[in-house]
């Protein structure tokens, strides 16, 4: 029945083709009809499933698969039966006996100024032969062949990977990618390369793809980035333990820092058609030292363990080391306490996996994260941060015209009483309404805090049970209406004092709390919270443990009272030491346009924007985002694709809240093309920044507000998620 059901579906989409093609004399809305039908038919999607590999004596080397659609339908490569060309790439490679990596079968040889001509891993996309079998079952012969004497009892893995153009169809490209592990004599495969699982990278990357998406997922990545593969123009290594490293490190590794006589150098890699890679501008939304963030440990829901998920504990080398700490010359010794190393025979003997405290030599110990030593650590809890944890207990005098009271207490993990006279930052802030922040004034006195007026409460009473009270010097406005809010933050500099070597270290960690935040009625209405726009755990999918503004603020219910409508730079503008920029117009900061534009850096800074994204922060320092790439990937392996919001929307916010956004505040944007600008046509210009698109706003914007709705809500010709689509 599946067979008939199969040959069904073709012959249907054979009679579509037939209808459309024929009806030259029909009029244009039949067309249209037949066309609609046609795309109706066709399910976006590949699924590439491989069957078998072998390898002959003569070292021939083949692989038979099958192509479908999601809904199993046999696909024809070449798009002659069913819709869309489907083109592959092949890569075959083995781990040869006693080693770990890969050594690939697939190879070319590329020339540059660094290493010359090179022998190095590679896709075969043609050379070889393709041989149907039936319905989307295929064999390819590589053109590769495995040399002479080659040994039949080791782990062989081949990969096809490919796409499928559905372009003419209006439903663009689909990927996909496969890999294959087996032992050309028959024999079980019991040697795998398997130290990071693609769901670790996916967590940030979403769906791990390179090279114009034939490649596909860490499986295949470690077919070619070896030890064999480099950049031969640049010099620099490919491997993967170098490579990832590296590009992740980017705009921290000492060599693109440089030193006070050394100018840095940009890591590079040039690729495909001598295009240029420069990861000299990376951050790593989790900081490098957190190495569980790709070396998963711990099993989770995005992050299964991979099999030698502990080999970066286990296996420490010059190779993986020196790609961050590159300005360490194991030769020479210089930068390594340890000295010369010829070998990596000794590393291990020091950098053991885990010791017993933070901040020694150890693999866990040399990389942790200062505020993450109590969940690295917690077997030695005097040794690591108490915590510091601020909770609002409850807050009175809530009707418009007082001065709220804010009951809270400061403790760390353990529970125990903080001295608030131990705190450096201890403040609370207030906002309202929820409806939409930024355009309430609490004093004349609060110009500097447009929206919001932050009280210190560093000398609050506490009682002998560590209950604090504050009351607020400024008042809620007598007119205020609705719910307003209030949130905390806290900050002290704890030492960590150890032993180490005999001698005693002290370490400073500047701890934050997490944001409390509380809403309450003004009015005696019913409290009616913000809406939900993001969720914190989303963020932390890339940064883990989100927190800015020197730890004290990392609650997005929190961020959202300061970064408001009304909001500028214009204050810390005004503490700049460069006059270019002391002399422009402030910059908006409110919460969407931020947050877009910040994680919209590189495409932003290359589309004409009328300005750069550039914020001074506190104490005038300089914040430009120019330089950011958002790590999730397209479908085609391409970094920036801001296209994916539910990274960070939840409950698809960015389309259902598009009606209620058009009764939000303006929004204060002087470097901007508009000023002020509409609340939705401020969200859509955090990515959209050219000029051409700030026309489209405004020519969209008239005295009754903006019509975006009216293409761009649920179910519209331009839906936002539909635009949007991951």
Not at 61 to 89: C, H, K, Q, R
Not at 534 to 560: K, P
Not at 687 to 700: G, W
Request: aromatic content about 8%.
């Amino acid at each position: 029945m599946k067979r008939l059901y199969l040959a069904l579906r073709i012959a249907a989409f054979l009679g579509l083709i037939a209808l459309c093609l024929s009806g030259q004399t029909k009029k244009h809305e039949n067309v249209r009809r037949d066309e609609a039908a046609l795309i109706d038919f066709v399910t976006p999607g590949l699924v590439i499933t491989i069957n078998s590999a072998k390898i002959s004596s003569g070292g021939v080397i083949s692989v038979t698969y099958t192509l479908t659609d999601p809904n199993g339908l046999p696909l024809d490569a070449t798009g002659a039966t069913t819709p869309g060309v489907v083109s592959l790439a092949y890569v075959a490679a083995h781990i040869p006996q006693g080693q770990e990596q890969y050594v690939a079968y697939t190879t070319e040889q590329a020339t540059g100024a660094a290493l010359g001509t090179i022998t190095r891993p590679f896709f075969e996309l043609s050379g070889g032969t393709l041989t149907s079998l039936g319905p989307g079952q295929y064999q390819y012969t590589f053109a590769a062949k495995a040399p002479a004497g080659f040994d039949p009892t080791v782990t062989t893995t081949v990969a096809v990977d490919g796409n499928r153009d559905l372009t003419p169809f209006n439903l663009g490209i689909s990927y996909a990618g496969n890999t294959f592990n087996f032992v050309p004599n028959g024999a079980a495969v019991t040697v795998t390369r398997d130290v990071i699982n693609t769901s670790s990278c996916n967590t940030c990357h979403y769906q791990l793809a390179f090279h114009g998406g034939y490649a596909h997922g860490m499986q295949m990545c470690v077919l070619c980035h070896t030890p064999q593969n480099a950049d031969p123009v640049t010099g620099n290594s490919l491997d993967a333990k170098v490579f990832f490293h590296k590009l992740h490190m980017g705009s921290q590794l000492p060599s693109v820092i440089g030193t006070a006589t050394t100018p840095g150098v940009p890591y590079q890699i040039i690729g495909y058609m001598n295009a240029v890679s420069d990861f000299s501008t990376v951050i790593d939304p989790a900081t490098p030292q957190r190495c569980e963030v790709c070396h998963s440990l711990a099993p989770s829901t995005n992050a299964p363990v991979a099999t030698q998920a502990k080999a970066f504990l286990l296996e420490p080398s010059r190779a993986a080391c020196g790609a961050c700490h590159d300005d360490v010359n194991f030769a020479t010794g210089i930068n390594h306490p340890g000295g010369i190393q010829s070998d990596d025979i000794r590393c291990a003997n020091c950098h053991i996996p885990q010791g017993e405290l933070p901040f020694d030599a150890s693999i866990m110990g040399a990389h942790v994260f200062a505020t993450d030593t109590a969940a690295t650590y917690p077997q030695n809890p005097d040794t690591l941060l108490p915590g510091i944890k601020l909770a609002i207990t409850s807050v009175t005098n809530t009707s418009a015209g007082q001065m709220p009271t804010v009951s809270f207490t400061l403790q760390d993990d353990e529970g125990n009483d903080i001295p608030l006279s131990q705190t450096t930052t201890l403040e609370f802030t207030m906002a309202g309404p929820t409806t939409d922040y930024g355009y309430t004034s609490f004093g004349s006195d609060t110009a500097s805090t447009p929206g919001y007026v932050t009280e210190s409460a560093a000398k609050a009473p506490c009682s002998s049970s560590g209950a604090c009270v504050y009351t607020f010097t400024h008042a809620i406005p007598a007119a205020a209406t609705g719910t307003y809010t209030i949130g905390g933050e806290a900050r002290e500099n704890v030492t960590v004092s150890q032993l180490l070597a005999g001698a005693t270290v002290q370490t400073v960690v500047e701890a934050g709390a997490a944001n409390p935040v509380v809403n309450f009625s003004v009015d005696g209405s019913a409290v009616a919270p913000r809406r939900t726009v993001v969720a914190e755990t989303n963020c932390n999918q890339c940064h883990v443990s989100l927190s800015q503004h020197g730890n004290l603020r990392n609650n997005t219910d929190y961020c959202v009272l300061c970064h408001n409508p009304s909001n500028t730079d214009a204050t810390t503008r005004a503490t700049t030491t460069v006059a270019s920029y002391k002399s422009q117009p402030p910059q908006g900061i409110n919460f969407n346009l931020l947050v877009h534009r910040i994680h919209d850096g590189v495409n932003a800074a290359s589309n004409s924007p009328k300005n750069p994204y550039i914020v001074m922060g506190f104490g005038g320092s300089i914040n430009n985002f120019s330089g950011i790439l958002f790590p999730v990937m397209s479908p085609a392996g391409d970094a920036t694709y801001m296209q994916n919001c539910a990274m960070c929307h939840v409950n698809s916010s960015e389309q259902n809240d598009l009606p209620l956004m058009g009764n939000l505040n303006q929004v204060t944007d002087p470097q901007g093309w508009i000023n002020p600008v509409g609340p939705i046509s401020s969200a859509c210009s955090g990515c959209h920044v050219s000029k051409d698109e700030a026309s489209h706003f405004l020519a969209n914007t008239d005295s009754l507000g903006e019509s975006c709705s009216v293409c761009h809500s649920a179910g519209a010709q331009f839906a936002v998620d539909a635009e949007h689509t991951p």
